[in-house]
């Protein structure tokens, strides 16, 4: 869904920071051995119908980014998608990589789960903003990320990309302020089930 952060360094232990990582579909946490099979099938299933650009869990995984988590639901603890973050090179500053499983998609995961990110990298970690490169052609990842208050900053051409005739990669990006002001009380409702898709901004396509 949006591209994975480039630079890679050691990845840090998320078995302890992930801890009570929950927002109103998702968790996010440490990644397992498990997890990976499953992902590696994510990325199986897609690989007919993946864009250009588009997340690899195994690749993402292998790269060793600052944070690696597995999206899972709060109920069933079903593994639905992965989710890496990385720290840029400007002072606190981050992006992040997500993936959601071909068959788990439009159920509001990816939403619930960068919402979740953003609450961690911001509240908890304390970086200032969150800024994010995707695919020119990802009409549903724009506007994903434009419902969660991210804006659009800048397109970086790249010769790479050429299906469909896009040519660009589109950078996004959100501060924490801007985060707060929109998501004041994230999480404030119960999870529910598995196709329950909330009203508003939050909503995943």
């Known amino acids: ?20 990582m ?6 996010l946490r440490e990644v397992t051995l498990a997890d990976r099979r499953t992902l590696a099938g994510f ?28 999206i899972e639901t709060l109920r069933g603890g079903l593994v639905v998608g992965s989710l890496s ?10 992006s992040y990589g997500i993936g959601i499983g071909p068959r788990h998609r439009r159920c509001g995961y990816a939403g619930d ?9 911001f509240g908890v970690q304390g970086y200032r903003k969150c800024q994010v490169s995707i695919y020119g052609g990802n009409v549903a990842s724009l506007s994903l990320h ?13 010769t790479e990309l050429s299906r469909d005739g896009v040519k660009y990669l589109v950078l996004m990006g959100i501060a924490d302020t801007e985060f707060a002001e ?24």
Do not use: N, Q
């Open 85 to 94: 973050a990385t720290e840029a090179d400007v002072p606190d500053r981050f």
């Open 43 to 70: 990325d199986r299933d897609a690989a007919e119908t993946r864009r250009v650009g588009e997340y690899r869990h195994w690749a993402a995984h292998r790269a060793e980014a600052d944070f690696h988590f597995a």
């Open 113 to 121: 789960a960068v919402i979740t990110l953003l609450r961690f990298m």
């Open 22 to 27: 929950a927002g109103r579909k998702v968790r």
């Open 1 to 20: 869904m949006v591209m994975p952060p480039p630079r890679l360094g050691p990845a840090r232990d998320c078995s302890s920071v992930a801890d009570g």
């Open 146 to 158: 434009a419902r969660l208050g991210f804006r659009e900053e800048g397109r970086v051409r790249d």
């Open 182 to 205: 929109i998501h004041p009380d994230f999480p404030a409702e119960r999870p529910r089930g598995r196709h329950w898709r909330p009203r508003g901004r939050h909503r995943d396509r």
